[in-house]
Nanobody, 115 residues
Framework: QVQLVESGGGLVQPGGSLRLSCVVS????????TGWYRQAPGKQRELVAQ???????NYADSVKGRFTISRDIAKNTVYLQMNSLKCEDTAIYYC?????????WGQGTQVTVSS
């Protein structure tokens, strides 16, 4: 069983920054890709950013230039640095890890951007 535990969410003003962390119970090298998704009220869950096993990142167009995904393999942790936050970034953010067996998800962390 794989467990993913997110942290770092909270309330921030527009233009502010947050860093999300996701600690995975297994070595990151076991996964083809790890990443972050988000789901806003009344909307479908969408990809925010992902990083492939070789280290290549991929971002949603809406966050390019503002968000950065990174990982610390020694700590089994994936990060999402979010800068220049906008109200429309408000959502529950979920960490995801994928293998040939399927997807594993964290419980989510709330990010609220509001003045």
């Amino acid at each position: 069983q794989v467990q993913l535990v997110e942290s770092g969410g909270g309330l921030v003003q527009p233009g502010g920054s947050l860093r999300l962390s996701c600690v995975v119970s297994r070595s990151l090298s076991a996964f083809d890709v790890t990443g972050w998704y988000r789901q806003a009220p009344g909307k479908q869950r969408e990809l925010v950013a992902q990083i492939f096993s070789g280290g290549t990142p991929n971002y949603a167009d809406s966050v390019k230039g503002r968000f950065t995904i990174s990982r610390d393999i020694a700590k089994n942790t994936v990060y999402l640095q979010m800068n220049s936050l906008k109200c429309e970034d408000t959502a529950i953010y979920y960490c995801q890890a994928r293998t040939y067996l399927g997807d594993f998800w964290g419980q989510g962390t709330q990010v609220t951007v509001s003045s």
